[in-house]
């Protein structure tokens, strides 16, 4: 059964860039899979932010594309988010979660990301 | 990309049925039959319930029901129960290989 872990600064300055691991346990990076992030701030909604496939092949949000860039570490099961130029605007509890088909399952529990001086 | 239409709030008697619309566009909920529903409680991760517009993941209540009309696609909670208060979110695929999530619906058990 596929566990996913993040995990990650907790506390970003504002213009910096915030950097997010996604540990995959119980699967292999080396498969057909594909993960995306999802972030949702404090009280909102979910938003979806981008997804990179096991071939390396990314998409990303549009209002986000121009801050984002998403990796994978095939050897440590690791995929991984950037996000430049932090804002407020961007403190918000970050997902990540497996594609089962064209749907997200399963999800990690979430790390929370505030911008803050 | 716009976020899916939901109603801020739905809600309904123990044993009835009550029903969430997510409303997309041509490019998304009309053009794919790739929409998929979340379960949320406070404090927790979102959880999958249907995917693909009306199948249920192993271990999912029958209770749980999907359905797509156009561009508009809906949930039915049949025979509410306390536990099924939480927010509810729905999901797309794109024209342009996104994805898109909908303004989520509290469901409150009264």
């Known amino acids: 059964q596929v566990q996913l872990q993040e995990s990650g600064p907790g506390l970003v300055k504002p213009s910096e860039t915030l950097s997010l691991t996604c540990a995959v346990s119980?699967?292999?990076?080396?498969?057909?899979?594909?993960w995306s992030w999802v972030r949702q701030p404090p009280g909102e909604g979910l938003e979806w932010i981008g997804e990179i496939h096991q071939r390396g092949i990314t998409h990303y949000n549009p209002s986000l594309k121009s801050r984002v860039s998403m990796s994978l570490d095939k050897s440590k099961t690791h995929v991984s988010l950037r996000l430049s130029s932090m804002t407020a605007a961007d403190t918000a509890v970050y997902y990540c979660?497996?594609?089962?088909?064209?749907?997200?399952?399963?999800w990690g529990q979430g790390t929370l990301v505030t911008v803050s001086s | 990309q716009s976020a899916l239409t939901q109603p801020a709030s739905v809600s309904g008697s123990p044993g009835q049925s009550i029903t969430i619309s997510c409303t997309g566009t041509r490019t998304d909920v009309g053009r794919y039959n790739y929409v998929s529903w979340y379960q949320q409680y406070p404090g927790k991760a979102p959880k999958l319930i249907i995917h693909d517009v009306r199948d249920r993941p192993s271990g999912v209540s029958d209770r749980f029901s999907g359905s797509k009309s156009g561009n508009t696609a809906s949930l039915t909670i049949s025979g509410l129960q306390a536990e099924d208060e939480a927010d509810y979110y729905c999901s797309s695929f794109t024209t342009i290989n996104t994805y898109v999530l909908g303004t989520a619906t509290r469901v409150t058990v009264l």
């Open positions: 979660a497996q594609h089962s088909g064209w749907a997200f399952d399963p």
């Open positions: 119980g699967d292999s990076i080396s498969s057909d899979n594909c």
